[in-house]
């Protein structure tokens, strides 16, 4: 089983529209989480990160729920530029054991 | 601020060659891990060097080692290349304790 699993998509969704992606992880000792952004061919960007009481920025929202190890992030008024790869992310405990990377869900806004 | 640059870009290597990709840390951090991404995949943990040592490892053989200088600079060495080393090698900063990591924009390595 990998460590973190995400629903690859593709997503289509309509510009304007609300979408969700989700993600869990399977190591209980993760203490870090979070979404990251990847355009084509780029390098990941942190888009945010998450916490247990939920947070917010603009349009994006992150939701961590530890006793299910699932995260989720949602998207509101979806625009073109939101097209991409959306990582989910966790980091145990520590600073020496890196990130670990879900494969990431593509994202595609239509007009 | 400068951030993390990579080099070279683009590379092509023979199977049983070796390569040495170089990254620049952002300014202000002593972190470098360094990661390996799969066409279709998320990005895979290789290692970090924090003060010049390696401090943490994923899954991979020692064919893939490392460095990091003095100026927190850091090179990726991988000996024997195989097909599947063919991938897009990613170098992230970061501050020790802290967790903003900034990537960089990658060195795509192919092996034929």
């Known amino acids: 089983r990998k460590e973190v699993e995400q629903d690859p998509g593709p997503f289509n969704v309509p510009e304007g529209a609300t979408v969700a992606f989700n993600c869990t992880y399977s190591?209980?000792?993760?203490?870090?989480f979070f979404w990251y952004r990847q355009d084509c061919r780029k390098e990941p960007k942190l888009l945010m990160s998450?916490?247990?009481s939920g947070n917010e920025d603009g349009r994006f929202t992150a939701q961590l729920n530890r006793a299910s190890q699932y995260i989720s992030l949602l998207i509101r008024d979806s625009k073109l530029s939101d097209s991409a790869t959306y990582l989910c992310?966790?980091?145990?405990?520590?600073?020496?054991?890196?990130?670990?990377f879900g494969k990431g869900t593509h994202l595609i806004i239509q007009p | 601020e400068t951030g993390v640059t990579q080099s070279p870009t683009h590379l092509i290597k023979t199977r049983g060659q070796q390569v040495t990709l170089r990254c620049s840390s952002q300014?202000?951090?002593?972190?470098v891990s360094w990661y390996q991404q799969a066409l279709g995949q998320g990005p895979q943990f290789i290692f970090q060097?924090?003060?010049?040592?390696?401090?943490g490892r994923g899954n991979f053989p020692p064919r893939f080692s490392g460095l990091q200088f003095p100026n927190y600079s850091s090179e990726l060495n991988v000996n024997a290349l195989e097909l599947d080393d063919s991938a897009l090698y990613l170098c992230?900063?970061?501050?020790?304790?802290?967790?903003?990591?900034?990537f960089g924009s990658g060195t795509r390595l192919t092996v034929v």
């Open positions: 300014s202000g951090h002593n972190t």
């Open positions: 060097y924090y003060r010049e040592e390696e401090n």
């Open positions: 190591n209980s000792a993760s203490q870090s």
């Open positions: 998450v916490y247990s």
């Open positions: 992310v966790v980091r145990r405990g520590g600073g020496a054991d890196g990130l670990t």
């Open positions: 992230a900063s970061s501050l020790a304790g802290d967790y903003g990591y900034t």
